[in-house]
C-alpha cells in the first residue's frame, strides 16, 4: 500500500466517500480526515489513496496565498460561517467562491450570522472586492433578514 502523507485523496471505506488527509501517518493508527466540510479522526487501516482526476488543477488561494485543489465537486447554494473568526471565514468564504462558479451556480448565500456585526462586515468587504462578484445583498425578511448576505456571481 502506498504511504499516506498530509493531502492525500482517500477513499474512506466505511463511508463510501472521499476526502482529504489532514496530517501524514506516520505510523499512526488514526488520522484526521476532512470529507466535505466535516473533519474526523479514522482509522488508517480504512483509507485507500486515491489518484486525483486528469482534469485536477491546482490554484493559488487568492487570500491564504496557500495551494488549494479545485475538482469541482458539486456543492450546495449555501455557506454557513457561524462560529468562524474572520480570517476562517474569509478563507472558507474564497474557497466556496471557486467551487459555486464550478458548480454553475448564480446565486448564493453566505450565512454569518447577526451577532455583532463583525463577521458581516469583514465578509461584505471582502465581496465588494472580489472580482467573482457581480452584486450582492442583504437577505431580505424571510431570506436570514442581515444574517445573511446573497451573492450574484459573475459568469
Request: proline letters at 1%; zero cysteines; hydrophobic letters at 30%.
Amino acid at each position: 500500500m502506498p504511504q499516506l502523507k498530509k493531502g492525500d485523496s482517500v477513499h474512506i471505506e466505511t463511508l463510501n466517500e472521499d476526502g482529504e488527509l489532514l496530517e501524514d501517518v506516520d505510523g499512526k493508527n488514526k488520522v484526521r480526515v476532512r470529507v466535505n466540510e466535516i473533519k474526523m479522526t479514522l482509522d488508517v487501516t480504512g483509507l485507500k489513496k486515491i489518484e486525483q482526476p486528469a482534469d485536477h488543477t491546482k490554484v493559488i488561494h487568492k487570500y491564504s496565498g496557500k495551494r488549494v485543489d479545485q475538482l469541482g465537486k458539486g456543492i450546495g447554494s449555501e455557506l454557513d460561517l457561524r462560529g468562524l473568526d474572520s480570517e476562517q471565514a474569509i478563507e472558507k468564504t474564497d474557497q466556496y467562491l471557486n467551487s459555486a462558479l464550478e458548480s454553475d451556480w448564480d446565486e448564493v448565500r453566505i450565512v454569518h450570522g447577526k451577532g455583532t456585526g463583525t463577521l458581516r462586515k469583514r465578509i461584505n468587504e471582502f465581496l465588494a472586492r472580489d472580482k467573482r462578484v457581480e452584486e450582492k445583498r442583504l437577505g431580505k425578511w424571510g431570506e436570514g433578514d442581515t444574517g445573511v448576505t446573497v451573492v450574484k456571481l459573475r459568469k
